[in-house]
């Protein structure tokens, strides 16, 4: 038995049971990472002594026959913009590079008291802002598929450590589809909560109204597993949902009789490469055998996702990224000769040149004159987006269609193509702007034998729902999703 | 040629809450640098404010006791822009939808009464502190005073004379002061203002162009600036000048304003509804409970002064234009039912005595109900009121009760007749030349003698039997 091929809720039941010790179990995981990761670069920080130092204290609490949480002991690693006290936090950005939090955030401290073991922090695009993990400052990671390949981004640090079994879990954040889209990519399971279901707070702010935290994990049983520790209200965040969060395990049910599924007619035209298309549509086709109605529906306002996402996203960060100028924490310029330069010194240098792209673009937005040419209008799409999903949750339980338009590209291929890069969030950005639940999970391979993700959309809060649908489709196509790039290595 | 001035008012008052406005962090003065401050006032990444209800209650009671409309659906927006003592790079206020909008106030000016409009009220967050060390290589920066609520008020163009800046200024203190949510302590920047200022010809309907002097932080400092912008903005027209539309700083130690920047330089706030906060939503229920715990406000009081009390009507203004003083009138009146006497200790001798000691009147170390006893003693005849004079100025300087410091002074008035008799006879018969007067019929001249008689007896003597009996000699 290879220990680091278990799931999340395998490895959690054998520690338990006492038949896997957790220091074990991490030690399995921190030696495959210390192995492999030289090639994959998924990791900014690895924890190795803490990591192990945790694992003794949680098997101490085990043994002792304290109650711990149905996730005790399991080795887990974090996206870096995702604050861990003590342990550096850097957005994968210059910076950030030495920033090391006096606090955590919610989701770290839940983490923390469910018994888990951090194993490290994840790279990713820089302030989270990209679809491929190339504008980290410090490395790209490569897709465990193809080491050529990008893993997809934001959370491309995340998706790829699951996927190359480097951690049992690992979360991500999504703000345009930065957990679902690097899911897809790398053939791994990726849900971005509803708006709210989640605490932002000690999430390093990049969009605040479409930033969310969510799990990335090896297969859907584990992603309840980790919603049911990451999910609450919070009283350190403000727009966090005070409402009552399910036990999302009872939601993994072989049943999908009679649920009601639409389609968008708009999520399968144009720039849709033809295998994925394909894909989908066979997909739809086993749901339909699976026993539910899949039904063509249409979101007219498909095409102004982006521009309308690009605008709110770009000028929420140009705000939020404006604390970043040299004075309290972080990189500050060496050479600089009055105060003025030096925040243009500090963030010429601390910043890439995707994150000055974005602060430009928000900064223009919101600009006095053009506000309501832009910033207005883009708020205005965004309630008649919202309608529109309204429109069609009246008659259906969840909207179904391709996580992302291509499979993962060639690293290089796109970057330097803004527009192209962006235009790969078309199926993902309507979801956080709607701040709707989304769920990745793979539903084929292409002929490249890459990945192929198929996404759920559900109402706000039903996370249950995309569970259940996610979970039955995944039980009935029991796809072999070893990455072939990976066992090059082994 | 004749001027009118026109001047609105932007009045930042700080909140009295125990903590922050985004966090659990203590509001308090003072304190070491960069003490009184967590991750989330000193932004911190991945940091969230969460909004403090007692702001929202506060802003509100100062809307109410304003006569403002009360928002029920208001937000809150980011202002952004660079400076080191902003450590998010943006300011947390309200921009379009105000708290409290539509208010006004009615001041009093030499008797005159005019209403002065309030265009809104609204909340937002105070920035830290710039500390320029001469000795060090550069500024630091102490975020304690980042993240202490304040509200925004701000005036409609309705005053006419910096007598009406003052009356205005005094009356929204006295008001903030009366809710208890500032307080209000100028030295210590929890109230400060900026003035705007223009003036035109009088008759002329359009306004002129106007000019912005901030963060004047005393009363005095606000009329001398607004006496000299005016004075300037009418010279620089008498002599063909324009007025630019600018920011100045006031030096009040110069007695002058300069220019610090012109419209074209002023920044492009880029405000933006705050994303990371909630509407803020003031149901009927949470209205109708602040409501109820409105106070008695100045206006309120000085006529409960006049018909209760039966003060005067300038008597009545004086005492209530400041809570702490009212409030000690009250106690003293408390206890002593001659409230027309207490007045006028309190208008005389205690303001005298405050503004020699230059201390604030909440530190005052005569307990209101000692000045009560104090005229007690003049009433019942223990001592005379010229005594009394010299007992208040012990008491003032050492705390002591009226009782203790008469008998330590050995100042009990003097009522016996036989010694009093003697001094009268004495005073007569040593001035012959007034006792002539006061024969001839100059009545005044018996002025002279009672205060010889006074002298005699050092002031001791009741002054009611002085007069009977000086009378009844000279009659004789
Ligand atoms: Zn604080």
């Known amino acids: 038995m290879e220990i680091c091929k278990l799931t999340a809720c395998q490895t959690a039941e054998m520690i338990r049971k006492r038949e896997l010790g957790v220091e074990e179990v991490t030690k399995a995981y921190l030696d495959r990472v210390e192995k492999l990761d030289t090639s994959l670069d998924s990791f900014v920080t690895v924890c190795n002594e803490e990591a192990m130092d945790s694992a003794r204290r949680v098997q101490k609490r085990i043994d002792s026959g304290e109650a711990v949480s149905k996730a005790a002991g399991l080795p887990i690693a974090l996206k870096d913009n995702i604050c861990t006290m003590g342990v550096k936090t850097t957005c994968a950005s210059r910076m950030l590079g030495d920033f090391n939090p006096p606090y955590d955030a919610t989701v770290s401290k839940k983490l923390k008291a469910a018994d888990t073991v951090l194993l490290g922090k994840l790279n990713m695009d820089e302030f989270a802002m990209g679809g491929s993990t190339e504008s980290s400052y410090f490395k790209i990671t490569k897709n465990p598929w193809d080491l050529e390949r990008v893993p997809g981004g934001s959370s491309g640090g995340s998706a790829a450590a699951v996927a190359a079994d480097f951690t049992t879990f690992a979360l991500g954040s999504d703000t345009g589809g930065s957990i679902r889209q690097p899911s897809s990519f790398c053939g791994v399971v990726g849900l971005k909560p509803t708006y709210g279901a989640v605490s932002r707070y000690g999430l390093v702010a990049f969009a605040s109204s479409l930033d969310q935290i969510g799990p990335i994990t090896k297969d859907v049983a584990d992603c309840a597993l980790a919603m049911n520790l990451i999910t609450g209200h919070d009283c350190m965040d403000s727009t966090s949902a005070d409402i009552k969060y ?35 549509l066979n997909s739809l086709k086993q749901l339909e055998g699976m026993g539910a109605v899949c039904e063509e529906v249409s979101l007219p306002l498909t095409e102004y996702a982006i521009p309308a996402y690009y605008l709110i996203s770009s000028a929420e960060a140009s705000s939020n990224l404006a604390r970043y100028d040299g004075v ?163 | ?224 600036a607004v006496e000299a912008e005016t004075k300037r903005q009418i010279e620089e027209l008498e002599y063909g000048g324009t007025i630019i539309q600018e920011t100045r700083r006031w030096d009040d130690n110069k007695g002058e304003s300069y220019a610090m920047r012109s419209k074209e330089e002023a920044h492009d706030y880029r405000y933006f509804p705050e994303p990371d906060l909630l509407p803020i939503v003031v149901g009927e229920e949470w209205l109708s409970q602040i409501k109820a715990e409105i106070p008695e406000l100045p206006d309120q009081r000085k006529s409960r002064y006049v018909e209760k009390f039966e003060l005067p009507e300038y008597d009545a203004a004086v005492l209530t234009s400041s809570k702490i003083i009212a409030d000690y009138f009250e106690a003293a009146a408390a206890v002593n039912s001659n409230v027309k006497a207490i007045s006028n200790w309190i208008m005389g001798d205690l303001m005298r005595a405050i503004n020699e000691k230059e201390i604030e009147f909440s530190n005052i170390p005569v307990a209101p109900e000692d000045l009560a006893g104090l005229i007690g003693l003049i009433d019942k005849g223990t001592i005379t009121g010229k005594a009394a004079k010299k007992v208040f100025d012990i008491m003032f300087e050492t705390g002591k009760k009226p009782m203790d410091v008469v008998k330590e002074e050995g100042l009990e008035a003097v009522n016996d007749e036989a010694a009093i008799l003697l001094a009268v006879k004495e005073a007569i018969s040593n001035n012959p030349k007034s006792v002539e007067d006061y024969k001839a019929g100059k009545k005044q001249a018996i002025g002279f003698l009672v205060g010889q008689i006074m002298k005699a007896t050092k002031g001791k003597a009741q002054p009611q039997t002085v007069n009977e009996l000086l009378v009844k000699e000279l009659e004789k």
């Open chain 1, 328 to 490: 309290k924490y972080g990189y500050r310029a060496e050479k600089y000769t009055d105060l003025l330069d030096m925040y243009k010194q500090t963030r010429d240098e601390g910043f890439g040149d995707e994150v000055k792209r974005r602060i430009i673009l928000g900064t223009y937005a919101l600009s006095s004159g053009y506000y309501d040419a832009y910033y207005k209008k883009a708020l205005q799409v965004r309630t008649l987006i919202q309608n529109d999903f309204n429109k069609v949750f009246k008659d259906y339980d969840l909207i179904v269609g391709p996580t992302a338009p291509t499979t993962a590209y060639k690293i290089g291929e796109k970057s330097k193509d803004p527009i192209q890069m962006y235009l790969g969030d078309i199926f993902t950005v309507s979801a956080n702007i709607a701040g709707l639940p989304g769920i990745s999970l793979p539903c084929a391979k292409d002929s490249k034998n890459l990945p192929i993700g198929i996404q759920f959309i559900g109402k706000a809060f039903d996370e249950g729902s995309l569970i259940r649908a996610a979970y039955t489709f995944e039980q009935n196509t029991k796809l072999d999703m070893e990455p072939a790039g990976l066992s090059t290595l082994i």
């Open chain 2, 1 to 224: 040629m004749d001027y009118e001035v026109v001047i609105g008012l932007e009045v930042h008052a700080e909140l009295a809450t125990r903590s922050k406005i985004y966090c659990s962090c203590t509001t308090e003065f003072g304190g070491e640098p960069n003490t009184h401050c967590c991750p989330i006032c000193t932004g911190m990444p991945g940091v969230l404010p969460v909004l403090n209800k007692k702001v929202v209650e506060y802003a509100v009671k100062a809307g109410l006791a304003t006569n403002c409309n009360i928002a029920s659906f208001s937000k809150q927006d980011r202002k952004n822009y660079f400076y080191p003592d902003l450590p998010k790079a943006f300011q947390t206020s309200q921009y379009d939808l105000p708290l409290c909008f539509g208010g006004a106030i009615e001041i009093d000016v030499n008797g005159v009464k005019k209403s002065i409009g309030l265009t809104r009220i609204h909340i937002e967050e105070d920035a830290g502190k710039l500390i320029h060390d001469a000795w060090a290589d550069g500024t630091l920066v102490d975020y304690n005073r980042c993240g202490v609520p304040l509200i925004e008020i701000v005036s409609e163009p309705d005053l006419r004379s910096a007598d009406e800046v003052k009356a205005y200024f005094e009356k929204l203190k006295s008001i903030l002061e009366y809710i208890e949510v500032s307080d209000c302590k100028m030295q210590e920047g929890s109230l400060r203002a900026d003035v705007n200022l223009s003036v035109r010809k009088r008759g002329q309907r359009e306004f002129g162009t106007r000019t912005e002097m901030k963060n004047l932080n005393s009363i005095k400092a606000i009329v001398r």
């Open chain 1, 246 to 280: 399910p036990d999302y395990l009872e939601f993994l049910k072989n049943d999908i009789k009679g649920m009601k599924i639409g389609i968008p007619k708009e999520y399968l035209g144009q720039g849709l490469n033809s295998e994925v298309k394909e894909a989908i």
